[in-house]
């Protein structure tokens, strides 16, 4: 199996990602994904219904991740001897967008997961002076990290950065006090501290 990631928005694949989709004898992912790589597809496309299930797909199946295979993506799946090619993630476009540099930013998710465990990360990280990019939760969002900061006295800039890499793309900047909303599900929030 072949993983790639094709970024998180349009325009975001790489060339070796771009090569390996247009050799696919056959190509796996979620709609978005499979919409986002669909100019370079050349031959039968599957929506994933199971994804606990795709170590049983052929060695030469391509499976699409959006964004990048290894930040809360399809990657956690490949295999010994499968290959992951990486793609553009949210963090990285995000970074660039709010000119905040990768070197002291820790990358955590709440999605689809027990928010507990990513809040408690979210306080460790902070206490240790790191920004945090956070893919957020329903339930652990912008508005569950500035209460995070309040208690915590901690001043900082938030970023909820939405629909990176689309026409609609937007990136709204707040404070603990006052923190952006998001308007949409599709997003991913910066938190850089004031020093």
Do not use: W
């Not at 993983?3 to 990602?17: A, D, K, Q």
């Not at 919409?35 to 797909?57: F, M, P, R, V």
Request: net charge negative.
């Amino acid at each position: 199996m072949i993983v790639i990631g094709v970024g998180v928005g349009p325009g975001m694949l790489t060339e070796e990602g771009i090569e390996a989709i247009q050799n696919a004898s056959i190509v796996y992912g979620a709609k978005r994904a499979l919409e986002l790589a669909q100019k370079y597809i050349t031959c039968k496309t599957n929506t994933i219904k199971d994804y606990k299930s795709l170590h049983l797909l052929p060695d030469d199946a391509v499976v699409l991740s959006t964004g990048d295979p290894m930040f809360s993506g399809l990657g956690k799946f490949a295999g010994e001897k499968d290959t992951v090619v990486p793609g553009i993630s949210s963090m990285q476009v995000a970074c660039a967008r709010t000119r905040v540099n990768l070197t002291n930013l820790t990358a955590i998710t709440a999605h689809g997961r027990d928010f507990e465990p990513a809040k408690a990360e979210l306080i460790r990280e902070l206490k240790n002076g790191r920004n945090v990019f956070l893919l957020p939760d329903s339930k652990f969002g912008s508005e569950e990290v500035a209460r995070v900061l309040l208690e915590m006295g901690l001043s900082a800039e938030l970023y909820t950065c939405e629909n990176l890499g689309y026409p609609e793309e937007r990136i709204a900047k707040g404070t603990p006090e006052n923190p952006p909303i998001a308007e949409t599900i599709l997003y991913g929030l910066m938190v850089v501290q004031k020093r």
